[in-house]
């Protein structure tokens, strides 16, 4: 069997350093691996539009903002096929298939879903194919046959209701469809990084991200301004870890070399967490080395944007061979879905026999 990726992302803002260390780092390092036969990246427009259908403009404007952030941070379109979902029809078309194999409730008790909908205030008016979410993701995984989905742990429940679509169709129709396994980030920290204000999650909204096309005056800025520890406010006091976004930046973002370079005087990060959990260490020099740690990372992906933004057509064109390539292979996979739901009418040749011999009969 061969190995399969699968990934992808909303275009419904520039992609931030949350997106790098809990996904794109990951997949560029499973892009360059050799472990892996194919790799598709999707650019989820249609699912983006699930809660944006009033602002399509957002969702179109936001493709190529995403498609940068893809090259720039290193995926190849030699190595791997970015596409946009829109673009490949087979998808709609699975998910209305698999919306029968899942009961209203058991959408209900989805906990991303639940969430999802909390945060968007659609308690009161939820559009049905944002609900039905779960649904898409899991033609979107199947239609690629993919063996490996690799996602924040926030995506878990979705991961787990595709596994169970899966089994209910092969159960049903027959061995077709391929299981996932899930691949979560080997960083904890990088499992759900918080925005800058110490909120739980990055939001274009809260104004909370550093973007991986921010400038290097704009990344400092924010790392400057990034929350704490709220008590520590001399540089005498204890201050604490837990809880203090600039430390769990740190714990995703920095190694040892950072320390030789940037921060000799301590060994490593254990070390800096101790001086500032027993006090005489200040918030300012903490930030000072989280923006060198940060620049180091970010530079070379600004360098490459740059690079990519000189030739706007030739990234459509990428985006556009992704497509139709795409296209082709969920083509076979919803041909072997229909063929085993027997909706394959056409293509039945002993179906039409039978049924002429049927009829021959009568007569």
């Known amino acids: 069997m061969e190995k399969i990726i699968l990934t992808g992302d909303r275009p419904t803002g520039k992609l931030h350093v949350g997106h790098y260390v809990g996904s794109l780092k990951r997949r560029v390092e499973l892009q360059n691996s050799g472990q892996f036969d194919k790799i598709f990246i999707m650019i989820a427009d249609a699912q983006a539009l699930t809660d944006n259908a009033d602002n399509p403009e957002k969702v179109r404007q936001n493709i190529i903002e995403v498609a940068l952030d893809y090259l720039s941070c290193g995926i190849d379109p030699e190595k791997a096929t970015i596409f946009i979902q829109s673009q490949v029809p087979e998808l709609t078309e699975l998910s209305f298939y698999y919306m029968n194999l899942v009961t209203v409730s058991?959408?209900?008790?989805?906990?991303?879903?639940?969430?999802?909908?909390?945060?968007?205030?659609?308690?009161?008016?939820?559009?049905?194919?944002?609900?039905?979410?779960?649904?898409?993701?899991?033609?979107?995984i199947t239609a690629f046959k993919a063996t490996t989905v690799p996602v924040g742990e926030d995506q878990l429940p979705m991961l787990e209701q595709t596994k169970e679509i899966v089994r209910k169709f092969n159960q049903v129709y027959g061995d077709t469809l391929i299981e996932p396994d899930i691949l979560l980030p080997d960083n904890k920290a990088c499992l759900r990084l918080p925005g800058t204000d110490g909120k739980a999650k990055m939001s274009k909204s809260l104004n909370n991200c550093i973007y991986?096309?921010?400038?290097?005056?704009?990344?400092?800025?924010?790392?400057?301004?990034?929350?704490?520890?709220?008590?520590?406010?001399?540089?005498?006091?204890?201050?604490?870890?837990?809880?203090?976004?600039?430390?769990?930046?740190l714990d995703a973002f920095s190694k040892p070399?950072?320390?030789?370079?940037?921060?000799?005087?301590?060994?490593?990060?254990?070390e800096l967490k101790a001086h500032y959990t027993r006090g005489g260490l200040g918030d300012v020099k903490v930030k000072r080395f989280l923006n060198a740690v940060l620049e180091e990372e970010l530079e070379p992906i600004r360098a490459r944007r740059k690079e990519y933004e000189k030739d706007i057509p030739n990234v459509y064109r990428i985006l556009r061979e992704g497509s139709i390539e795409a296209e082709k292979v969920a083509a076979q996979t919803l041909k072997e879905v229909k063929d085993s739901m027997k909706i394959n009418y056409f293509d039945d040749e002993e179906l039409i026999k039978a049924q002429a011999l049927r009829y021959n009969a009568q007569d």
């Open 106 to 140: 058991r959408l209900q008790r989805n906990p991303t879903v639940k969430s999802e909908i909390q945060m968007r205030n659609f308690e009161a008016s939820i559009p049905v194919g944002f609900f039905t979410y779960p649904i898409s993701q899991a033609a979107d």
């Open 257 to 270: 070399e950072h320390f030789e370079k940037y921060l000799p005087e301590y060994k490593d990060l254990d």
């Open 212 to 249: 991986l096309s921010d400038s290097k005056e704009e990344v400092k800025q924010k790392i400057m301004s990034m929350y704490t520890d709220p008590n520590h406010l001399k540089v005498s006091d204890p201050g604490q870890v837990e809880g203090n976004a600039v430390f769990t930046y």
